[in-house]
């Protein structure tokens, strides 16, 4: 597992992209805590998803992009405020370095489940964790089916699943997985004026979970699958601590 952990020099190595730069100025306006609210709701109106889970915030029964107009989004910013924007923005960005970390580092294209297909996930899985304090507190959760967690485990170590005979392999490299997406989260949240730290990922099995938000903060869940394995991430965030 990564001990001496530098997000720079792990994207530098692996060829990581940079993230969207919309969903960074986002960051950035809502870390300024008065950040102007047509501006916030022009930037968010520019990611279709973005905007969808804003709108679905408020309204679960909004689905056509008619929903997410500009006076509807400028609504719900003054209904959810502007703590809920950027754990919906930190989501984004954490889902993006996700995507992107499978496909560069295991070779595993990932598809973001919809919010209204979101599978529940009950039974044996694993969960790895890693907070981040500074002038946000957070949380991130990675979890997955043991098999799962086996297969992506195999492919980080460019093997075959059966190969991985011990609970240590598997927890090394989703540690070390972990580690890169939530450095790739780190980055930009000292990069929108948040500067954080991030602690040691903590790897427990467990058959049933809940998320446990941050004092004064929000929580938010996205679901993605690969062929044999499904993923959940959870996030709670607290921007100003």
């Known amino acids: ?30 870390a300024q805590q008065e950040a102007d609210l047509d501006e916030m709701a022009r930037i968010i109106l520019q990611d279709s998803t973005l905007a969808r889970r804003l709108v ?10 008619r929903d997410c107009g500009m006076v509807i989004v400028r609504e719900a ?30 070779g595993l294209e990932l598809k973001n489940l919809p919010l209204e297909l979101e ?9 790895c964790a890693i907070c981040f304090s500074g002038k ?21 170590l460019r093997t075959e699943p059966e190969n991985i005979t011990h609970d240590a392999e598997i927890n090394d490299a989703i540690g070390e997985l972990l580690n890169v997406i939530t450095g790739n989260l780190n980055s930009n ?13 903590s790897i427990s099995r467990t058959k049933t979970f809940e998320i446990e938000t941050v004092p004064g903060g929000g929580w ?15 996030l709670t965030v607290n921007p100003w601590r």
């Open 220 to 234: 938010e869940r996205a679901a993605f699958h690969a062929p044999g394995i499904l993923i959940f991430v959870d």
């Open 1 to 30: 597992m990564v001990d001496s952990f530098n997000y720079r020099e792990l994207a530098e190595r692996y060829g990581l992209e940079p993230l969207p730069e919309d969903v960074l100025r986002l960051s950035r306006l809502v």
């Open 56 to 65: 679905h915030a408020v309204d679960p029964k909004a689905e056509s992009e």
């Open 136 to 156: 946000a507190d957070g949380k991130v959760v990675l979890r997955l089916s043991p098999d799962g967690a086996r297969r992506v485990a195999a492919a980080m």
């Open 77 to 106: 910013l003054l209904r959810t405020g502007v703590r809920c924007i950027l754990l919906l923005a930190m989501s984004a960005l954490l889902a993006f370095a996700l995507v992107r970390t499978f496909r560069t580092m295991l």
């Open 189 to 201: 949240l000292c990069d929108a004026g948040l500067d954080c730290r991030l602690h040691t990922p």
């Open 119 to 127: 599978p529940p996930f009950f039974g044996n899985q694993l969960t």
